[in-house]
């Protein structure tokens, strides 16, 4: 059996990170896969990039402009939604007229259009779409919030410049995605049990098979290791008790920046001791600007993305909080989790499907920097350390080896390819 997987980078983003895992664990189970992506950035033989191209840079400067104007000109939400109006007609690819199952990831920003995707589904091969954010079952946003329209018709979306209308952008596109989908039967997964309820209620999905499936994780790799060596490495204090925030670009607001800060002003405030106790260690860009920001000692790191490193930062840590505002299945709680470092996070998207409360972390009250602060102080003073590290440590392994990830994938293929012999 041979495996496309399609995904608009190969290692930057969770969906990156996830895509090539799979494509990894599923060659060690039998199966013949490669990976096609716009941005290739490994020397990997089974990764595939697009062809180079000055007209790929021009077609996402198009699909933002036509997001902008629709914005009246104005930057509200720009990077926040996608109308897939541009993209490469992969079909053409040898990789593509010899592949069994097509499996498209991320692919947004120039990878496929529309019309790409309806070339696909008329190739007569069986897709299966993991989905990483809402994006497939809504019109054009990536995370819907608290908007339900998806569920009948998306119009007046909150993320275009005063409500759109009617017959905004996001309803243009929902109805072309609607008639996309009838073309062909598409597999959807979803990566946590929150994220496949929601595409339960789509319009744009019904009639659709929906399996929920995590992403996997490599737990030969991730795992724990000696901590003092770790922050040798990184030349980390030894007498300190280390949180670990980070992001590509920690600044954004999505990943909930403020809340974090807040949070730790709290800590530092209801429990003055920990000021010298707690150090924070920042990865991602922009990490130096958080320094002053914080009432602890901090440690800004430039994004990590080489996984050795990554094993090495986990290891070297106690805490990893994400106070995230907007998630699906966070691949870095599953890695700070197979490295035996409890997690906080807010109960928001899969985070409370992954960190059990009070066992092997804490999980927040949404949008509360007090709790959030509670969270961090319970984990570090008041939990049983030794227990939560081991009990993270075990729920990664069980629920997001690559392995089991893989043989349900296989499932869903020998599935589907059955269903279209």
Not at 65 to 91: M, P, Q, Y
Not at 147 to 161: A, D, G, Q, R
Not at 404 to 414: F, P
Request: aromatic share 10%.
């Amino acid at each position: 059996m041979r495996v496309l997987i399609i995904n608009t980078s190969e290692k930057m983003g969770g969906a990156a990170i996830a895509a090539g895992r799979l494509m990894e664990s599923l060659k060690n189970n039998g199966i013949k896969a490669k990976m096609l992506v716009r941005d290739k950035q490994t020397e990997r033989i089974s990764v595939v990039g697009l062809k180079k191209s000055w007209w790929k840079v021009w077609q996402f400067i198009w699909e933002r402009t036509v997001i902008w104007k629709e914005n009246r000109f104005k930057k509200h939400n720009l990077f926040a939604v996608d109308i897939a109006n541009t993209g490469t007609d992969i079909t053409e690819y040898p990789e593509f007229q010899s592949a069994d199952i097509i499996h498209l990831h991320w692919i947004n920003q120039g990878m496929l259009s529309l019309n790409n995707i309806k070339k696909i589904l008329l190739s007569g091969k069986p897709v299966v779409w993991t989905m990483h954010d809402m994006w497939p079952c809504t019109g054009i946003c990536h995370h819907a919030r608290e908007c339900n329209k998806y569920h009948e018709e998306c119009h007046h979306c909150p993320y275009i410049y005063k409500g759109g209308g009617r017959k905004d952008l996001s309803n243009r596109v929902f109805k072309k995605k609607r008639e996309l989908y009838k073309l062909s039967p598409i597999t959807f997964v979803t990566c946590s049990q929150w994220l496949k309820e929601r595409a339960e209620q789509s319009a744009l999905l019904q009639g659709h098979s929906i399996v929920d499936i995590p992403n996997p994780i490599n737990t030969n790799l991730f795992k724990p290791q000696d901590k003092q060596k770790a922050r040798q490495k990184w030349e980390l204090p030894t007498n300190k008790k280390l949180i670990l925030f980070g992001s590509v670009k920690v600044t954004d607001k999505r990943k909930g920046i403020d809340y974090f800060i807040e949070s730790c002003r709290l800590v530092a405030e209801k429990y003055p001791e920990m000021k010298e106790k707690l150090g924070v260690v920042i990865y991602g860009k922009y990490s130096e600007q958080l320094k002053p920001l914080l009432p602890f000692d901090a440690f800004p790191l430039n994004y990590i993305s080489d996984e050795k490193d990554l094993v090495s930062i986990y290891n070297a840590i106690d805490l990893y909080v994400t106070p995230s505002l907007e998630e699906n299945l966070p691949t870095t709680i599953m890695e700070a989790m197979a490295c035996g470092v409890p997690c906080v996070g807010f109960n928001v998207g899969g985070i409370p499907e992954m960190i059990d409360h009070l066992h092997n972390g804490y999980v927040a009250e949404y949008k509360s920097a007090e709790d959030f602060a509670n969270g961090i102080h319970w984990a570090l003073s008041e939990g049983e350390y030794a227990s939560l590290s081991e009990e993270a440590c075990r729920k990664a392994v069980s629920s997001y080896s690559e392995s089991a990830i893989a043989k349900r994938y296989i499932d869903v293929y020998n599935k589907i390819t059955g269903d279209h012999a």
